[in-house]
Each structure stands twice: as C-alpha cells, then as structure tokens.
C-alpha cells in the first residue's frame, strides 16, 4: 500500500460495467445499497462499446446495402451502390456514444459512484484500484464481479494490424475486398455475414463438420446456402496453421483433408472463442474458487466460495450472453439485499444475427429425446407465410418442440428474417407454462412473421391450416 493511501470503505462494489456489472449496479442501487462500479474501459464495456452494439449496427448497414443492389425478381435493379464507409464507421459510432452516455446517466440518476481504473484483489474484503497516476484501496461489505471475457488468440495468428481480433474487425477504416475468417462460430459468421453484405469475398475456415455447430444442422444449412450465395466460401473440417503477412494483405495456410492449402486475403479475422478475464485480478489472493476452466465456482444465487463476493457474466458457467450476464446481475445484487433470487435457465434464448437470423430457447428435439421426455416437434416454413413473402426473405422455418403428454411448450428454434425477435414469444410461453394450445388460440395479426409461431402450435395440435 502506497504512503496516504488511505482506504475508502464501499458498501456493494461491482467490478466490470459491462451488460452484467453495470445492470447489477443499477438493481443494487434500487434496492437500497451504496453501489461503487469500477472498469478500466467505457461504461457498458465489450457489448455497448466494441461488441454487440456496433456489430449489429455494422450488420444493418450491410443489409441495406445489398437491399440497396435491388432484385431483379421485384423488378428493382441499380448499377452501383455506393458505400461510404467512414460515415457507416461515424454512424455507428453515435450509436455507442448515444447508449454508453445513457448508461453514465443510469449511474448518475441512480447515484452509482463511478470509478475508472483496474482492478487487483488485495484479499476478500479489499482491493486497489490503479489508473496511469495513483492507486488507491477500496474495501467492501459485498463484492460482484463482472469482468467478462476476452478473445482468444491462437498459435501463429499474433493479432496484428492484418490479423484481427473481432474488435478490430468492427473498426476497419475500409471495406476489405477479400477477408479470412478463421472459426465459424456466432461471432464469426455474423461479421463474416455482413462484410460479405457489403460485396466483400469472406472465406470461412471451420474446424468443425459444419458452422454454427452448437446449433441444429437443419438450421445452419439454410445460413450456409445464403452465405454461399453472396459469394463466400465455406471449408469445414479445415485447421488453420499460419500466416504470412505481406505489405498488401494475409496467406493464410490452412490444412484440409491431409492437404496444406493458402489463401489470400486482405485481413483475417480470427473468432476461435473467449476466455474468461479471471487472471492478474489477484482472484487468488481474495482466496476465489476457479475450475479447470478458469470460470469462477458459483452457487444458484451467484455466490462464490466466499460469502461476500458474487461472479457473474462470462466468468460463470454457460453461455457467454450480455442478457444472461444482466439476469445474473440482477440475481446477485437481489441476494446482496437478502431476496430469496435464484439463477433459473429455464428458458434463456441464444441468438446468432446471421443472415438470416437464428434463435434458439429451450429444448431442441435431440435435447429433448436424450433427457428422455416424449415431444412433438411442430415445425412451419416461412415460405407458407405471406408476410415472409412480401419481403422477399421466405427462407427457414421455425419449429416448436411441445411435451407430449399435455402440449406444455418446452423449447422452440427458428431461422429466418427477424428470428432475434419472433423467440421472445416461445420464450414467455416456456416462463409462462403455456401451451401449445395456448398459443394457436392467441389472435396473432396478420400478415406477420409472428403469425408463423401460432401456425406450428397448430401443427403441434394437428389442426394446421396453411400447410398440409
């Protein structure tokens, strides 16, 4: 401890303001408790700033752009798009600025001291603080951790000014003709989906026997047959090995079928997975349990193995989802303030912007099968649907997997156009308990996607009226 550094004794500190920790904070206010959140970043940390918000902002902007192109099948053609590239960067730019502001007036509003700086874990009751000038310890009653993840780099691909990380893929100051990507994961084919919107010649190399391979194949093929229609390349089965960097571009070697390959490009994007930021915070000294992993030891109420300190987000088990990382927030700073608050994932969603997009929650029917409950698994095409057709996007299907025995809705998957919100109502119909019945008797307007939803609920029941 440094001369005069005297401690400042806090109430609840949150460390990370991401999704998970700054959401945490803002619950933990509400509930009465004197909240200090601490982030060597920006408020809103990977999602808002350099994650989630801007790749989606970068997706939209490649969607109007090939929309933009026309279709000869509507009779709307156009000789040139013209993208300007920098304004798109300057566009999604004030996105950011306009939600990590609205998150610095969140902790104003509910007088969330902020504190910049990084974190060290003195012991399990202290921790100092440092920026580039001082360092100053910070004690806690209640501690919640929230320090998120970081993207994995691999052997030979050292993260350069060619070889990318996804954060550097979202900041490119031009649209690359030719662009490697090496793993075929959410992170990989949404940025891969969106470059290749724009008119760029993307190359997927993934390791697995095909894309998105946590997802159903019925699923990832139709993704796989739009990217191929923009002019990517998909090689499965396919293990990067090196990169040349050159004063133009990348060759990537790669290997694939016992034979070594290369391709050029002008960058490669590398998205093989996140680790959890769980080292050189000092978790060791606070005496924190860790499994094999690196992932923090939890209990259902996001406690750790010492009774004041809490871990939520993408250093806990499961998926890596900024919206998980906000529920467990919420958990954890609830249980801080003696509610009985406990971690449910009964029906946690996961979503991939791909083009087109994929959902998923609850069971899927291998799922399903292999916990040994009898299903139905109802699915209906968004090419029997109208308002899938006017908009010239008719790809995909949703499938609604029920109990058999009584229709309870336990799972439900879909691709297509605006799948990131058609899950949210098979989502509450899993929270809620309903049913298929339920569902197929709910007036859906026509015509929209949502009307797909109550037609495979009549599928389901086996009264289905717009496919045989």
């Not at 156009?78 to 939600?99: M, P, S, Y």
């Amino acid at each position: 401890m440094v001369v005069g550094d005297f401690p400042i004794e806090v109430d609840t500190l949150v460390v990370g303001a991401g999704p998970g920790g700054y959401v945490a904070a803002i619950r933990a206010a509400q509930m009465g408790q004197e909240v200090t959140i601490v982030d060597k970043g920006a408020l809103g940390g990977t999602c808002l700033n350099v994650g989630c918000i801007p790749s989606k902002a970068l997706i939209q902007a490649g969607h109007m752009a090939a929309n933009a192109a026309g279709n000869e099948d509507l009779g709307i053609t156009t000789e040139k798009v013209n993208v300007d590239f920098a304004k798109v960067q300057e566009w999604k730019g004030k996105i950011v600025d306009r939600l990590t502001s609205g998150v610095g007036s969140l902790m104003k509003g509910n007088k969330v001291d902020v504190v910049q700086g990084e974190v060290y874990f003195v012991d399990d009751k202290s921790v100092r603080i440092m920026d580039d000038k001082n360092s100053q310890t910070y004690t806690f009653k209640n501690c919640i951790i929230a320090t998120g993840s970081t993207p994995i780099e691999i052997p030979g691909f050292a993260y350069s000014d060619r070889v990318l990380d996804s954060e550097a893929a979202l900041a490119l100051e031009e649209i690359p003709e030719k662009l490697v990507v090496i793993g075929g994961g959410y992170i990989g084919t949404e940025l891969g989906s969106a470059y290749a919107n724009f008119g760029t010649k993307v190359t997927i190399l993934e390791g697995e026997k095909t894309i998105l391979s946590t997802f159903e194949k019925s699923m990832t093929s139709v993704v796989s047959r739009r990217l191929k229609k923009n002019n990517a390349d998909i090689i499965t089965e396919a293990m990067a090995k090196s990169v040349e960097e050159t004063d133009k571009g990348v060759k990537v070697t790669y290997e694939v079928d016992g034979k070594e390959e290369v391709v050029e490009a002008d960058y490669v994007l590398v998205t093989v997975g996140r680790y959890p930021n769980t080292k050189e915070i000092g978790l060791e000294e606070a005496g924190i349990e860790l499994d094999d992993r690196g992932l923090v030891k939890i209990d259902e109420q996001c406690r750790t193995n010492k009774e004041n300190i809490y871990a939520i987000g993408d250093i806990v088990k499961g998926l890596p989802l900024a919206h998980k990382a906000s529920y467990e927030g919420k958990v954890a700073a609830e249980a801080i303030s003696g509610e009985k608050s406990v971690i449910d994932y009964l029906a946690m969603p996961a979503v991939v912007f791909s083009d087109p997009e994929m959902a998923s929650v609850g069971y899927t029917e291998a799922e399903a099968k292999e916990a040994g409950i009898e299903i139905k698994a109802a699915k209906f095409p968004f090419g029997a649907n109208g308002r899938a057709l006017s908009l010239n996007d008719s790809d995909g299907s949703l499938k609604l997997i029920t109990r058999k025995s009584d229709g309870l809705v336990i799972g439900g998957q879909i691709v297509g156009p605006n799948a990131s919100e058609m899950i949210g109502e098979i989502t509450l119909a899993i929270e809620s308990g309903m049913t298929a019945e339920d569902i197929a008797l709910t007036i859906h307007a026509h015509p929209t996607l949502g009307e797909i939803t109550m037609e495979a609920a009549e599928v389901a029941l086996g009264t289905p009226i717009h496919t045989l």
